[in-house]
Each structure stands twice: as structure tokens, then as C-alpha cells.
């Protein structure tokens, strides 16, 4: 089976600039997971999705970041506009109602120049 | 909300020895998970071991192993017969059975091990 998928593996921007953060959860699972992860802040969740719909975003830093989830197979974590201090890892996690764990994506390097 | 603390941002073992890895938590829920990830510098978050609070047995894979102890919301790790490919960032999580599938992540230790 095909693991969490997030897409890109890496991205290096502009200041300014909007960014698109990519995910596709395991078939099957109903709920999904954002994190950030910086050596500061440590691994920090953003939001998270049960069955398509934001459970909890208290998480989201500000008005910049913004999550989709317009189907059970795909999400989006947007940044507009980015800033340095975006720079981070960022992970995507998936599991389902009736499992324990949380699978989790590859995450994506963004960079904020 | 629930926190869980990891209270040794570093550890270092030699390799075929023995290391325990710090957890402890806070909640006053009864029924919950606790899990142990790894992440090894391919940043790519490994499921090491997971306990449920209802058993008293203490969870084991392979050389890693659980010190559950439940009155003092303590989870250890313990990593017997170190091996080189063990060396990562370990984070400790707690997730509650009973209100959702959101996860509670300590700030992480960082394994060296030394060959």
C-alpha cells in the first residue's frame, strides 16, 4: 500500500510569494493531520480533518495559512503571502477512526528567502 | 488539553548497549494510547511502539521496550542492544480513546549512538 504522500518534497521561495502544500492521505483513512516542525517550535499540529471537514485549526498560525480538504483522497495547506519565518518542515498524517496510530507523509522543506 | 513532556532534549549511548528514553504526561482521562516515534535524519516519522493504557503489560518490538506506569502518567522507552541505525529524534505522543484522533507530541530527544 501506498504511504501518506505529500508533494513537494522540497520548496524554496520568495518572500511574497504563495505556496502550496500538497497531500494525499492513505486510501481509506477519514482523518488528516498538518504539523510544522522547526527546531524552535518543535512539531507543532496545525489542523486536522475528520472526514473531510477542519476538526480543529487552533493551531493555524494566522490569517496567512489556510487548509482544504475537498475530498477524502486530498489536501491542501496554502501560505499567502510567505515569510522567512515560514520556513519549515512540513508534515502531513492520516489514520481512521478505528486505529491507533497516525501515518505519516515524507513532510515537505520549505525554505522562505 | 493534554501535554507531554520530554524532559532530555539529548542522549547518548554506545552502541550495543542499553538506553532508556524519558516520557511523562498529563491527563485526567483513563483510557488513552501513548506512543513512542522515531525520526531519523531522513525526517520521515517512524511508529516505534504504542501502549494502551488498559493493559497492564508493558508493550514490546523486538529490542524496544515500554516502562508504562500509569499512576505516575510515566512512558519510557527502552532501547536494548543499540544499533547505529537507532540514532534519530524520539518523540513521545499520547492520544486519547475517547475524544478524537488528535495527537499529543513531547518537543523530541535526540539519540546519538556511539559505534
Known amino acids: 500500500d501506498a504511504g501518506v504522500i505529500q508533494s513537494p518534497r522540497h520548496e524554496v521561495t520568495e518572500m511574497g510569494q504563495e505556496v502550496t502544500l500538497r497531500c494525499k492521505p492513505i486510501?481509506?483513512?477519514?482523518?488528516l493531520f498538518w504539523y510544522r516542525q522547526t527546531m524552535m517550535r518543535g512539531l507543532e499540529l496545525l489542523i486536522y480533518f475528520n472526514n473531510n471537514v477542519p476538526i480543529d485549526d487552533s493551531g493555524m498560525p494566522e490569517d496567512r495559512f489556510s487548509a482544504k480538504m475537498p475530498n477524502a483522497s486530498f489536501s491542501t495547506l496554502k501560505i499567502q503571502p510567505s515569510e522567512p519565518r515560514d520556513s519549515a518542515v512540513y508534515f502531513c498524517?492520516?489514520?481512521?477512526?478505528?486505529?491507533?496510530?497516525?501515518?505519516f507523509g515524507p513532510g515537505t522543506r520549505l525554505t522562505v528567502t | 488539553a493534554q501535554t507531554v513532556t520530554q524532559s532530555q532534549p539529548e542522549m547518548s549511548v554506545q552502541e550495543a548497549e542499553t538506553v532508556t528514553l524519558s516520557c511523562t504526561y498529563d491527563?485526567?482521562?483513563?483510557?488513552?494510547?501513548l506512543f513512542w516515534y522515531k525520526q531519523p535524519p531522513s525526517r520521515q516519522m517512524i511508529l516505534v511502539i504504542r501502549?494502551?493504557?488498559?493493559?497492564?503489560q508493558n508493550a514490546t518490538e523486538n529490542r524496544f521496550s515500554v516502562n508504562f506506569q500509569k499512576a505516575a502518567k510515566s512512558f519510557s522507552l527502552k532501547i536494548s542492544d543499540s544499533q547505529l541505525g537507532d540514532a534519530a529524534m524520539y518523540f513521545c505522543a499520547y492520544r486519547s480513546a475517547n475524544t478524537g484522533n488528535q495527537f499529543y507530541f513531547g518537543t523530541g530527544t535526540s539519540l546519538t549512538v556511539i559505534p
Open positions: 498524517a492520516s489514520s481512521w477512526d478505528g486505529a491507533y496510530e497516525q501515518y
Open positions: 491527563t485526567s482521562e483513563s483510557d488513552y494510547y
Open positions: 486510501s481509506g483513512h477519514n482523518s
Open positions: 501502549q494502551e493504557a488498559y493493559k497492564q
